[in-house]
């Protein structure tokens, strides 16, 4: 802020078409210049408890139409509130919450949630800043402005500001830095270990410390979290169901008679599959609480979502589709995509093998060999291990998208051609599951059909992973684009399809969940019935809210949150931020 004062820029007045910036804004960008830049610039923004707590008290005192008289006399007492106010020339607008005064002679007075500090300028620049430069949007309204008064509500004080020079000369560097830096088109780097970040609503979309970690290569990430989102995704299966709004509750209902209900705050997505049919209140309430509505046929194809205005983030967008458009960016993205789906097809392989002979344990040069297979089973094939590790190099170093194909198609059948092997061995009188490869389209046996479908609602879950962050699910880098195809998600899911997917299905088998009489077979295919599939779709959920621990940053999250994470560690390196895409690869 020091050499933004010493050399100020001296923008020319606004156009009418120029945004102007929010004098909230100015706060943030004194506060940490990256939080403004995401709000701002990229649209950003999550609630946490403390902005919670912000928002009420502002409701508590907001009026709406709150307007200064246009000529006030002199005496005539002022009182207004929730008054809005905007200047072309220093391009800031901003909703004052009170107005006090007598004729032209008056006072903003800005509403914060907490206790006053005990520092000597009474309060802290951010806020300083902010009130002063409601003060300024006064005085460019024709009034005599000196002094600002900052409430905190929990404390119940009032604090005199005095707009001296130097708070309106920083408080105009402030301005003219923010519009500077988004004029410029680059994000600010992180704070550098700041106390800031545990408490900031955006850390878990900024990532400091990840972001950081990934540029320098160098110590260690903080366990910085958002806090825990406990929603959970509403599926609603039968044809003939309606899904309505009531008050604060979800109703769903068959044929007009209620079945089932949820607190519409407790769903984080709707799943409707077949013919469900949703009314218009409820999907306007999706609309405003920013829930994903998913569309499946019957049997489990994810088709589509349905979401309000989309994320306003245009930048993101526009970081993916320049890289998409560069060879080299696509095949070193997708080297490490099919490199880390090998990886953790082999160790789901090492982690579960239960059939074939018995082979001596031999130690083939990876570091994951610590993860030895229980006495009970039998050890996996050492051919096995070392002919997936050299796929994995294979990969790293294909030289081609056509070429890469090749080595992940090759690997994909060694895998399929093994998993029979990590499936619990049953009774003879008893029904057995049988995988001789991969078919779909329509499956033909039962665990064809358990993975289709489990492959299905991964898409989907990675697809509303990647329009939460801003990124187009529907413009890929491996996978090529196709009508309807969302080829992003494709791509991002590649590492994750043995560990969340095809360990999802190996449960439902292994535990009994999921049983023979689970599925119907007609004309060549064989699909899940409604029982058996509210049953693996719980063993889904199970898999999704489970904790594992990031290889890389050291912190444990669900599998859901993380795949939050990859995708908006696929915007940072995208955008320069970091310099490789870490793929999450577990041991």
């Known amino acids: 802020m020091a050499a933004q004062r010493e050399l100020p820029l001296a923008f020319p007045e606004l156009s009418a078409e120029a945004p102007f910036i929010p004098v909230r804004m100015v706060n943030e960008f004194v506060y940490c210049p990256r939080l ?37 006399e002199e005496g005539e007492s002022i009182h207004a509130r929730s008054v809005s106010l905007s200047s072309a020339r220093l391009g800031i607008t901003a909703k004052l919450d009170l107005v006090e005064g007598e004729g032209t002679v008056v006072t903003p007075v800005d509403y914060k949630r907490g206790r006053r500090p005990h520092v000597a300028a009474g309060a802290y620049d951010p806020e300083r800043v902010q009130l002063c ?44 830095g923010l519009r500077g830096v988004a004029m410029a088109g680059h994000i600010p780097p992180p704070l550098e270990d700041s106390p800031k970040c545990p408490r900031c609503s955006l850390v878990g979309i900024c990532m400091p410390d990840e972001v950081r970690f990934m540029a320098r290569a160098q110590g260690e990430p903080r366990q910085l979290f958002a806090s825990l989102d406990e929603k959970l995704p509403l599926y609603v299966q039968s044809p003939r169901a309606y899904v309505r709004k ?96 090998i990886a953790n097809c ?26 030895a297979t229980t006495e009970a089973r039998t050890t996996i094939p050492r051919e096995l291990t070392i002919a997936l590790r050299e796929d994995m190099e294979r990969a790293q170093s294909a030289r081609s998208s056509e070429s890469l194909l090749g080595i ?111 599925f119907v077979r007609a004309a060549g295919s064989c699909n899940l019935s409604d029982g058996g599939r509210k049953r693996f779709i719980a063993a889904f959920e199970r898999r999704m809210s489970q904790e594992v621990t990031h290889p890389l ?10 795949l939050e994470v990859q995708s908006r560690l696929l915007i940072r390196n995208l955008s320069g931020e970091i310099p490789d895409y870490p793929n999450f690869v577990t041991r």
């Open 553 to 562: 940053f050291g912190y444990r999250l669900s599998y859901r949150r993380l």
């Open 246 to 341: 009531d008050g604060e509750r979800f109703v769903i209902e068959v044929e007009k008679e209620k079945v089932a209900e949820a607190r519409i705050g407790e769903v984080s997505q709707l799943a409707l599959y077949g013919n469900t049919n949703l009314s218009s209140a409820a999907l306007h309430e999706c609309f405003r609480r920013d829930v994903p509505v998913t569309w499946h046929t019957y049997g489990g194809w994810f088709v589509g979502h349905t979401v309000g205005t989309g994320h306003r983030n245009v930048e993101t967008r526009t970081h993916q589709y320049r890289a998409s458009f560069d060879p080299q960016v696509c095949l070193r993205l997708a080297r490490g995509w099919v490199h880390a789906k």
């Open 36 to 72: 403004a830049y995401l709000e701002w610039v990229q649209g950003e923004f999550a609630h946490n408890a403390f902005t919670v707590e912000g928002a009420l008290r502002h409701k508590a005192v907001d009026k709406p139409d709150g307007e200064l008289p246009a000529a006030p």
């Open 133 to 176: 430069a409601q003060g300024l949007l006064l005085r460019e309204h024709g009034f005599e402005c000196e002094a600002g008064v900052l409430y905190f509500a929990a404390s119940r004080e009032r604090v005199r500001v005095v707009f001296d020079e130097a708070l309106v000369e920083l408080t105009l560097a402030a301005i003219h």
């Open 408 to 518: 992940e198609g090759a690997a994909a059948s060694r895998y399929f051609q093994n998993l029979a092997s990590m499936l619990r061995a049953e009774d003879e009188a008893s029904f057995q599951f049988d995988f001789m490869g991969r078919n779909r389209r329509p499956p033909k046996d039962p665990v064809n059909a358990l993975l289709s479908f489990a492959y299905a609602m991964l898409t989907r879950e990675m697809t509303i992973a990647l329009s939460a962050v801003g990124l187009d699910p529907y413009r890929g880098f491996y996978h090529q684009p196709r009508f309807g195809r969302p080829a992003l998600a494709l791509d991002m899911m590649e590492p994750f399809r043995p560990l969340i997917a095809d360990s999802a299905v190996l449960t439902a088998i292994n535990n009994g969940e999921v049983r023979p009489t689970d």
């Open 346 to 371: 082999r160790t789901l392989l090492r982690r579960n093998w239960r059939g074939g002979a018995k082979w001596e344990s031999a130690d083939d040069g990876g570091a994951d060999d610590a993860d």
